[in-house]
């Protein structure tokens, strides 16, 4: 029809591939956060940038909590058990599980919003900004962990930190629909 405004619509082939990407993205996001997690030397996880900052170890707890009030608030019929509390974890391997368990629920809550075409509940007008907002305030936390070391005199070297952090951005792979990379 002439004049008629022009509809530019994706295959499902490309939305498919579009969120496998999107996805990609955050399990890249959350892998670099428990690298990191991991990275750290034992004694450092009690490194402040200031007197009256969080701790390195209250940093990682405080992301687990936030995604899970998000989800709470944006998806609660979705939502794993909420703490009433922030966790005061400070056992490594264990804040590293709690990390994975948030992880794949934001996952599959963004999966399952963008598939059902359910709104969010409460914060964002589409899922792709909840998961961005998630990487932006992670990857915000990730700088001030980084600065904490730094000020205790304990920074991480490029060497070790690159391969587990950037590197894990800029991998390329072939994306698969469970979550992990292919090869």
Known sequence: MIGAPTEILMSKTQDQS???ALLDSWDRNNTILVNLLRILPKDSLRARATPDSPTVIEMFNHIHYVRLIFISEDAPELSPPLPVTWTE????DRVAQMLEESGRAVRDIVR??????????????????FVQHMIWHEGYHHGQVKVALK?????????????VTWRVWMDKAKLVDDGSKGL
């Open 112 to 129: 399952n919003r963008i598939e059902t075409g359910k709104d969010m509940q409460l914060h964002y007008d589409h899922p792709i900004l």
């Open 89 to 92: 974890e400070d056992d490594r």
């Open 151 to 163: 000020v205790m005199g304990v920074p991480i070297a490029n060497e070790q930190a690159g391969p």
């Open 18 to 20: 579009l969120l496998l």
